[in-house]
């Protein structure tokens, strides 16, 4: 038998299509390279035109983020709706297989920094006509699938992975002060959902001062700000202030707006520079800024804390998130607080049962949004406490991911589902989604 051919086409050379697109094929070329050609080609690299069918016609399948790229005029575009269905018409007419993943829920909240963006492109109808449109969808959790289904049923759950020979991924913990040090690493878009723990974090921080420490990755001033002249009406698009910027406000809520920080630490804060932690030893105090670092080594940052937090606001979007902050902490064998909600509930096994007994198989602390406003703090102070626990739930925890969201184990199913859809037999292709979703 001839190998499959699969043509990938990542949404940009970095972010989400590290995880989705380019690195689990790479594995499906590495692992399987007996049974597949892959031939990824990235934004920059486009060099065909779709109404070139002897260029199409070699491949089996074509694999997509969200929607599918084409140069117009030179210029690298991702289209939608009539421009999406010829494409697809073109694919599809050859008699190759299209598969689109979708890691994020189409329909953002109000909270979203682009949600009236995405609402006046019509973005969600868009992502919607191309899952209905697309032979086959992928996507991160049975979560997302169920609501992917409704659309397309025949979506298969292919998680996020991680490949711990990749160095950010492989444990190395700074060496400590024996602080009880806590972390979060994540983007800009998370205001609503840090603003949950703040007034949490803070507390114990200022109770705590000499003792704990709280760890912020990933602060970055870039950016832009639109401004409307009231009058006038005009926009006008600038650089945004360094104090502008959410991290500002990230920093405010867990240090009672700096109330907590001494004013040495302070000054070299305010200065905003990336160089201040070469230029002040940060790593003893209350409170450590650390610089957002690019897609390839961000996750090393889980070397600086021992307790993971992953608080998340309650709403569809969030729901079908992908659980990888769980995944993450357990690779690197960190214990997790995390909300009981969603994503964060497909694998956490939380460690306190009905009553306050401890669960031995516990993995995570599980905190309900109704009792956000003490549940957090009490979590955090119970692992300061108990020192022990820490050790349990990161052990626990990397248990449970280490085998299930292995980069290879996640290739397997994958390299199976692209041989049976190839082998063209119904039966065994609904047999795999429903046995896979499942899990």
């Avoid at 306190?352 to 102070?381: C, P, T």
Wanted: proline share 4%; net charge neutral; with cysteine.
């Amino acid at each position: 038998m001839s190998k499959i051919k699969v043509l990938v086409l990542p949404s940009d050379r970095t972010g989400v299509s590290k995880f989705r697109s380019v690195e689990p094929h790479m594995k499906l070329q590495e692992l399987y390279n007996d049974d597949f050609h892959v031939d990824i080609v990235t934004a920059g690299t486009l060099d065909f035109d779709w109404e070139d069918t002897s260029y199409l016609k070699k491949y089996n399948i074509i694999h997509f983020h969200r929607t599918l790229p084409r140069l117009v005029n030179g210029q690298l575009k991702h289209v939608y709706l009539d421009e999406m269905y010829e494409l697809l018409d073109i694919i599809h007419g050859l008699g190759i297989i299209t598969i689109m993943d979708l890691d994020d829920y189409w329909q953002p909240s109000k909270e979203h920094p682009a949600y009236q963006m995405i609402i006046n492109d019509k973005l969600p109808q868009k992502i919607k006509e191309n899952i209905k449109r697309s032979n086959y969808v992928t996507t991160t959790t049975p979560i997302f699938a169920k609501e992917i289904s409704k659309l397309n049923k025949n979506v298969l759950v292919l998680p996020n992975t991680i490949d711990p020979l990749e160095k950010q991924f492989t444990p190395k913990p700074e060496k400590t002060n024996k602080k009880t040090r806590l972390g979060w690493l994540g983007g800009s878009s998370h205001f609503h959902d840090l603003n949950i723990i703040g007034n949490s974090v803070s507390r114990f921080l200022g109770e705590t001062v000499d003792t704990s420490q709280m760890v912020l990755c990933g602060f970055d001033t870039r950016g832009n700000i639109t401004e409307i002249d009231r009058e006038t009406r005009q926009q006008k698009t600038r650089k945004i202030k360094p104090e502008e910027s959410v991290w500002a406000r990230y920093e405010e809520m867990f240090t009672k707006k700096y109330g907590i920080i001494n004013e040495n630490y302070l000054k070299q804060l305010k200065k905003y520079e990336e160089t201040s932690d070469k230029s002040y030893d940060n790593t003893d105090e209350v409170y450590r800024r650390v610089w957002t670092k690019p897609i390839t080594s961000y996750a090393s940052n889980y070397n600086l804390f021992d307790i993971s937090m992953a608080p998340l606001m309650e709403h569809s979007f969030n729901k079908n998130k992908s659980q990888l902050k769980v995944i993450e902490a357990g690779f690197h064998k960190k214990a997790l607080i995390a909300q009981d909600y969603g994503p964060y509930q497909i694998d956490c096994v939380n460690l306190f049962e009905y009553g306050g007994k401890i669960n031995e198989k516990g993995n995570a602390i599980l905190v309900e949004s109704r009792k956000n406003h003490k549940d957090w703090y009490k979590a955090l102070k119970k692992l300061k406490d108990n020192p022990e626990l820490v050790n349990l739930l990161s052990h626990n925890l990397y248990e449970t991911v280490k085998d299930k969201y292995h980069i290879d184990t996640v290739t397997h199913t994958r390299a199976e589902f692209y041989k049976t859809l190839v082998k063209d037999n119904k039966k065994e292709v609904e047999q795999l989604i429903e046995e896979t979703n499942a899990v």
